[in-house]
């Protein structure tokens, strides 16, 4: 019986911010850029009390909370902490999949000790040696262990046995379910499926002659059935950074605040760890409200920021004014031998 762990930490950024400057512990704090059309990169529990949510434009979250406490973004500073935590993570297993500098999947199946067990020491190793909580889901696939890591936020954990799995993903409503986006979501509700036991009643067939593929996938999800691997790290021939908004952006111009923000951290992150690497390709991903995704990529062998721009904007174009759920930048490495099947971008 596989036993997966989903790790997420607890408003990350901000609490990392809190963490080095004690003054700010118990008001409203959220990370964002200098300029007030920045957008947030996150927000803490206080903050989200007023409505404050990660994407939200500066000048909108100051409206809903004047006294909203911003510090500047330092990804640098964040890396460095989750790379801490992911060797944490390393003590227990090797199959870790991480999703982003805050969250990850381990996969604990090889270990005698409850997945509990296992999820409650690697939270209290994490708080003791960086001041961070962090919260887990423990489950038999990825998709259940990532739902329950919400059940006990924050600085708590939710398992779901195998046996569980029935009973607890019936009553939930279908977009908790993994690729489900409010377009999927609506059109499922104008069925009369809003939950995944209302979901259930739809046959296979049924299913696939309104989704296609999709609806086979669906089919198994709104069961609780999730076969997906916990994919470790492989060998790279590209880095990225994306992040996936807790609400849409319909702006392109609210898209360059955190597209300047990540190719930054890229540039670092380039610097630090892969200095003895040539970069031959820039890239940038946009995944739209409806789940559908487009690549912009160009040769080059220097990030540049007004390339990224340019390619931000011919993918921009092609979403044809959809509103963007996840954007991600990135470069391609020169490799002696070229594997054209590598998958640049996580799912997200």
């Known amino acids: 019986m596989r036993k997966i762990i989903h790790i997420d930490m607890d408003c990350f950024y901000a609490a990392i911010e809190e963490r080095d400057d004690p003054a700010l512990r118990g008001k409203p704090v959220a990370v964002a850029g200098k300029d007030r059309r920045s957008v947030l990169c996150t927000a803490n529990y206080e903050a989200r009390k007023y409505g404050c949510r990660s994407a939200m434009p500066v000048f909108k979250a100051l409206e809903l909370c004047p006294h909203l406490i911003i510090t500047p973004v330092r990804f640098d500073h964040y890396r460095a902490v989750s790379a801490r935590i992911r060797a944490i993570f390393g003590r227990f297993t090797d199959v870790i999949e991480p999703l982003s500098l805050d969250e990850a999947y381990l996969d604990v199946s090889a270990l005698r000790s409850e997945g ?42 939710y398992e779901v046995k195998a046996e569980d799995i ?58 609780g059935i999730d076969d997906r691997p916990v994919t470790p790290d492989r060998t790279r021939k590209s880095l990225s950074s994306e992040t996936t908004f807790s609400e849409n952006i319909g702006i392109l111009s609210a898209l360059l605040p955190p597209l300047h923000g990540m190719v930054e951290g890229l540039a670092e ?19 739209f409200a409806d789940f559908e995704r487009t690549t912009a990529e160009r040769a080059g062998h220097a990030l540049d920021m007004e390339a990224y721009e340019e390619l931000l904007a011919e993918a921009w174009k092609r979403g044809g004014g959809r509103s963007v759920r996840l954007l991600g930048v990135g470069v391609r490495f020169e490799e002696p031998k070229e594997d054209a099947q590598m998958e640049f971008f996580g799912n997200g």
Request: glycine share 10%; charged share 25%.
């Open 116 to 157: 509990s067990s296992v999820a409650r020491e690697i939270r209290a190793q994490i708080f003791e040696e960086t001041g961070l909580t962090g919260s887990a889901g423990i489950s038999a696939n990825k998709m259940i262990a990532k739902i329950a890591s919400d059940w006990n936020k924050p600085n708590g954990q």
């Open 166 to 223: 029935p009973g607890f993903v019936a009553p939930l409503p279908v977009s908790r379910l993994w690729g489900v986006g409010r377009k999927t979501a609506e059109k499922l509700a104008a069925l009369g499926a809003t939950t995944c036991a209302e979901l259930q009643r739809f046959d296979r067939v049924e299913l696939s002659r309104r989704f296609g593929k999709w609806g086979l996938e669906l089919w198994e999800l709104c069961r």
């Open 269 to 287: 992150d380039l610097a630090t760890h892969h200095a003895d690497r040539s970069v031959r390709g820039l890239v940038v991903k946009l995944k």
